[in-house]
Nanobody
């Protein structure tokens, strides 16, 4: 069992930045690839970014590439999502997820554990 808790969401103006954190507890954090997903109101949950166990390999959706950066600190059992140049269309609930593999997967159902989500709202 892995428990995930996101934090760092909030209200920000367009062009601003936020840094999300996801703290993990339970089983060995470094055994899991980690992903960030987001879900806007009334829409499906979509992949945003993912990172392999070691943190060497990272993937991003086209919509956030160049603006967002995922990282992890295995010593602190935490994965981060630095979000810069935020746009109103980035508004969503952001979730972190853990996958017991070393693959970065883009489909939500392939992840084993999920956090409760944190709201990010970008105003114009």
């Amino acid at each position: 069992q892995v428990r995930l808790a996101e934090s760092g969401g909030g209200l920000v103006q367009a062009g601003g930045s936020l840094r999300l954190s996801c703290a993990a507890s339970g089983r060995t954090f470094s055994a899991y690839a980690m992903g960030w997903f987001r879900q806007a109101s009334g829409k499906e949950r979509y992949f945003v970014a993912g990172i392999t166990r070691s943190g060497i390999t990272k993937y991003y959706s086209d919509s956030v590439k160049g603006r967002f950066a995922i990282s992890r600190d295995n010593a602190k059992n935490t994965v981060y999502l630095q979000m810069n140049s935020l746009k109103p269309e980035d508004t969503a609930v952001y979730y972190c997820a853990a996958d017991y593999s070393d693959l970065v997967r883009r489909i939500p159902s392939e992840y084993d554990y999920w956090g409760q989500g944190t709201q990010v709202t970008v105003s114009t």
